[in-house]
C-alpha cells in the first residue's frame, strides 16, 4: 500500500511518531481498512446527470481518483477539508 507523507523528506511512520495519540489512532483505522479494501466507495452515493460519459464511467473514474486521493496518509478526509477550505474561503 503506497501511502503519501505529510512532511518532504519524513516517512509516514516518522510522521506518525511526533502525532498525538487520538491522531495516531485515527491514521491506524485508515490503514486497516485501506489494507483491507474497506474504504467506501464514492461511487455508491454518487448523484449525477452528466452526458459526458456513462453511469458506469462515471462511476469507475470517481472510484478511481478517490483510490488516489486515498494514497495521503489521512485518506481522503484531509484532501476534502483543504479543497473546502480554498473553495469557500472568501
Known sequence: MREISPAAGVSVDDYLKLMPDAMKRIVEEFRRQKQNGERLRPSTSLIDRSQMLTAEARRKLLNKIAA???????????????????????
Do not use: K
Open 68 to 90: 488516489l486521493v486515498d494514497e495521503n496518509y489521512v485518506g481522503r478526509s484531509e484532501m476534502c477539508q483543504q479543497f473546502a477550505h480554498y473553495c469557500i474561503a472568501p
